[in-house]
């Protein structure tokens, strides 16, 4: 494993509960007591630009579709760029398992 900025023992905790969920209901239950609205809101925003930045749309329908300010999208670039392609492998396998659905 890489060294990471944010390796701790609680964050391998919170990992390993993230794996252990088996459902849709589950996701949504733990996240709804983890998070507040806003925290998740904010990270499906980010999730959501991902995607489209990864998809070559520009910054200006990121903005109208997501809401989401330019700095958020450029930060969120930044990670597409330069991060350690965790949206990347995600986005392959969500569309492997929307094929095999």
């Known amino acids: 494993m890489r060294d990471s900025k944010i390796k701790s023992e609680n964050m391998d905790f919170l990992f390993q509960c993230v794996l252990s969920l088996r459902s849709m209901?589950?996701?949504y239950d733990f996240f709804e007591d983890l998070c507040t609205v806003n925290e998740l809101q904010?990270?499906?925003?980010?999730?959501?630009?991902?995607?489209?930045?990864?998809?070559?749309?520009?910054y200006s329908d990121i903005v109208k579709k997501t809401g989401a300010s330019t700095a958020t999208i450029s930060r969120v670039n930044r990670?597409?760029?330069?991060?350690?392609?965790?949206?990347e492998k995600l986005f392959e396998r969500?569309?492997?398992n929307d094929k095999n659905a």
């Open 79 to 87: 990670s597409l760029q330069f991060g350690c392609n965790g949206y």
């Open 42 to 58: 904010a990270m499906a925003q980010r999730i959501a630009v991902a995607k489209m930045l990864s998809e070559k749309q520009v």
């Open 94 to 96: 969500t569309a492997q």
């Open 25 to 27: 209901e589950e996701c």
